[in-house]
Each structure stands twice: as structure tokens, then as C-alpha cells.
């Protein structure tokens, strides 16, 4: 902790220090730079935290974070009801809206299964996704799962577990990215963009 920090101020830097990328330095370092300038940062920031404390909440529908449920995406009319991506975490949902390309809903798992961290389907939105599918709606689900063996395992999982609704199960295709360098890329990535390869 901070030497000569009062508890106010080490209990901020512990708080700070447990979000994601940020370590007990970090978190000085943000301590710091929100103390300094309590006006224009900390106010705003603590007001922020109280409103989003209050008013953010789950989608019933989709797993998403919003301040109405059914979430703002789900309730937009002009969205492909038939298309479900499902994704491992709302940050998942925002880069896929990021790309503004896909105009259907979203399902958020809320994680991967993991027999290393005894995650099973029962911790994750399986069974509403299921539902969903099931409902007689939806004719694709898209599954925009990590490239990692938690994530293949879940792909395959749910791909098994939707094939008796006669929904089509479709993955994201995986290989060069736009703009990328065949010498920059592992081994990995290269073999599947051989294996995803498609008529020029």
C-alpha cells in the first residue's frame, strides 16, 4: 500500500488495484491522478459509479448490461430476430457492435466451460439459450467463441446440445486478420485460415 496514506486512500488504491489490467501500482497511479484532480475526475467518476450502481441490470433476455430490460438491442425492432450470436461476456457483445456489422440479437453466456475451474454448464446461460432456440424463432445461431480450447470445448457443447432444435449452428471464421502479416502470425492461426480458405 501507500506509505503515509491515510485509509481512505488505501482502501481506494486496494479497490483500484482489483480491476482488470490494473496491479497495486496502477492502482497508486489512478489513486493519484483521480485525487489530483477531484473536480474534474473524481467527482464525475463517483457520480458515475452511484448511477450505473442504481440503474444498470441484466438483460432477462440476452445476459447484455443495460439501464432497461429487455436490453436496447433486444427491443430493437429493426434487429433479425431469427440470428442469435452468442458470445462469452458483454465486452464480447460491445466488440461485436464495435464492427457494426452483424444486424441480429446476442446471447451472453457469462463465461466458458472449464473442467480446470469446475465450470460447468449449469454456472453458465445454457439452458436460456436453449430456450430460445427452441421457441421456434430463431433459424442461426452464431457462435463468436474465443479460439481457445475452453472455448472450442463450449462451441462443440453447445453445437451438440442445439443440434436437436434444427437450428443452423455456425462459427466465426478464424485465420488472417485484415491487414496482417504471414510472418507475424503463430502457427496456429495460419493453419486455420488454410483450413477456412474460400474461392477468390
Known amino acids: ?22 496491479g497495486p501500482r496502477s492502482g497508486r497511479r489512478a489513486a493519484l491522478a483521480l485525487l489530483k484532480k ?5 467527482a464525475p467518476l463517483t457520480a458515475a ?6 440503474k444498470v441490470r441484466t438483460c432477462s433476455v440476452c ?11 433486444c427491443a430493437d425492432g429493426s434487429r433479425d430476430p431469427r440470428l442469435i450470436c452468442v458470445v462469452e461476456e458483454v465486452g464480447s457483445l460491445w466488440a461485436m ?12 453466456l457469462g463465461g466458458l466451460l472449464s473442467a480446470l475451474d469446475g465450470v460447468g454448464p449449469e454456472a453458465l446461460r445454457v439452458s436460456e439459450l436453449l430456450a430460445r432456440a427452441g421457441g421456434g424463432e430463431i433459424a442461426e445461431v452464431i457462435l463468436a467463441l474465443p479460439a481457445t480450447v475452453d472455448g472450442q470445448t463450449t462451441a462443440h457443447y453447445l453445437a451438440d446440445r442445439l443440434a436437436p432444435t434444427g ?14 502479416d ?4 503463430d502457427d496456429g492461426t495460419i493453419a486455420q485460415a488454410l483450413r477456412a480458405r474460400r474461392p477468390a
Open 38 to 42: 477531484r473536480d474534474t475526475l473524481l
Open 1 to 22: 500500500m501507500a506509505a503515509s496514506a491515510g485509509p481512505e486512500i488505501e482502501r481506494l488504491i486496494a479497490l483500484l488495484s482489483k480491476l482488470p489490467g490494473l
Open 49 to 54: 459509479l452511484v448511477d450505473a450502481q442504481a
Open 63 to 73: 445476459g447484455s448490461l443495460d439501464t432497461s430490460d429487455p436490453c436496447a438491442i
Open 182 to 185: 504471414l510472418d507475424w502470425l
Open 167 to 180: 437450428v443452423s449452428v455456425t462459427m466465426l471464421a478464424r485465420g488472417v486478420p485484415v491487414g496482417g
Open 97 to 108: 457492435e464495435r464492427g457494426q456489422s452483424f444486424k441480429g440479437r446476442y446471447h451472453v
